[in-house]
């Protein structure tokens, strides 16, 4: 059997091998929208396909359904085998150059031979590639320095450490005397937990020094394209960034277009085509002559052109944040600023860097009203995990720092506990019960199949002692892929138990997926934002999971630490 995301990369790889063929334009477009669709699925594939209820999906035909059921129950494709050995397979290695597109690489094929990298060098330094239509010397001189950093370009970076890059960079933009308004686009705006590139827009009349400056920004390894209107750099890390600038009444249409993502961007096309519009990211242009197509003062009002209210970044990504905006149902976003308190953090009692008062201290800096001590069981001897003795110390120490008063936040007993491998916990229920909460968490065993991983966090979550649980997938981003579990029955077991899934908010993890959000609140699953702290500064974490509930369209009512000390101890059952 295919899982959910191995197929989506089989219809990505189908549309790849048709436009390399230079098929229709129309077929390749519903293999890609068919990966997207997929891609953010979150009902279950196998009852939609037993009910028949997938072919209802908008954008799902019957080919597409067709070929996705046979993925589902075989795992093989016939048509995608065949389409496969028609493309020579080093051509695959060729279209991760960056600058190569389905057609450049069609044209090399077919006009040069290249079927590989070493053919592709190889025509590059004899001045062949230079000679092509469309291509150029700059194009294959860029296309050499390709193939050497090739390995570095390739990958995508977590979101916060884009974003180490990018802040300073829109800051100095916004500094600059000929700049009026500069703004991050992409993914980075649309908060996605990883980044391929950046983008800036800017809004200006005199391009020149502002392009000179960015070229020159410190840390740039290597310039790309240096253009009157664009240019592209990249750093020493492989993160490209490319500028945009523009006149001051095309920005906000620029903004719009190049934060994306593509699916709402064609969806915003199609409706302003209803209503006698062209949409680029140059702005609004009348189909009729006799109609006058509107300016934008702000992105608000790009969006009320075509009657919409404005729709935040993170939801923009082609899964019905059009249709909720004109129907008045956006849901009113979490904000940073709605926490109270958080839990899942760690001590020096087991892998963490600071002390129980240290962590208080901390906390009482940022203004919460409780923390959550929740330091590993003794199961995960390789982070020091507490026996039964150290914990009841541990709850003393507590118990003793809150009656004396010396920090407003109050510390609430914790543990995460290890999920064992037969779902039971890593403590007896009357330890546990005397805690003020528990997260259970899986450490070990990543390799169970599907079905016994998940049976073994439902056994967790139907425990009565367990309150949360912690990074359900696993996942380390860029490091570690997620094990496999059925998140909807995870989800549904929650629903059912009363049980809070954490939105675990190191950036490594970001773990439950944002995909699955709308789904847990429809069920009535609380998200809880946890930092999953071993650090002082870990708390700020946080930050990067409200981005997340954010993009899974998540409210404060539907998330459990934006309620005071007194309702959290109430749910708790301790108050």
Known sequence: MMEKAQIAAVLDEIALLLELNDENPFKIRAYSSGARILENLTEDLDELIRTGRLSEIPGMGEALVDKI??????GTLPFHQKLRATIPAGLFEVMQIQGLGPKKVRALWKQLGVEDL????????SGAVAELKGFGEKTQTKILEGIKNRVAYAKRHRWVDAAKIAEPI????????QVKHAESAGSMRRSRETVGDLDFIVASSEPAPIMAWFVAYPGVKEVTAHGETKS????????????????????????HHF???????????????????????????????NQTAPGAKDEAAVFAALGLPWIP?????????IEASEAQALPKLLELSDLKGAFHNHTTASDGEHTLEEMAAAADKVGWEYLGISDHSKSSFQAHGLDEGRLLQQMEAIAKLNASKKFKVRILTGSEVDILRDGTLDYADDLLGRL??????????????SEAQTARIIRAIESEHVDMVGHVTGRLLNRREPYAVDLTKIIDAAAANETIIELNSNPWRLDMDWRWWRRAAEKGVLCSINPDAHHQDHLDFVQHGVRMARKGWLTKDQVFNTRSLAEVLRWLGRA
């Open 118 to 125: 070493t053919k592709l060098k190889e025509v590059c330094e």
């Open 232 to 255: 592209s750099v990249r750093f020493e890390n492989g993160l490209q960034a490319d500028l945009r600038v523009v006149p001051e009444e095309q920005f906000f249409f620029a903004l």
């Open 69 to 74: 059921t046979t993925l589902r129950q075989t």
């Open 313 to 321: 970044p993170e939801l923009r990504e082609g899964l019905g944040e």
């Open 436 to 449: 003020d909460f528990v997260v259970a968490s899986v450490h070990t065993l990543f390799n169970l199949d």
């Open 170 to 177: 829109l800051a100095g933009l916004r500094a600059l005397p």
């Open 259 to 289: 934060t994306g993502s593509k699916e709402h961007n064609v969806a915003m096309r199609h409706r302003a085509l209803a209503r006698g519009l062209s949409m680029s990211e140059w702005g609004f242009k009348a189909v009729d002559e």
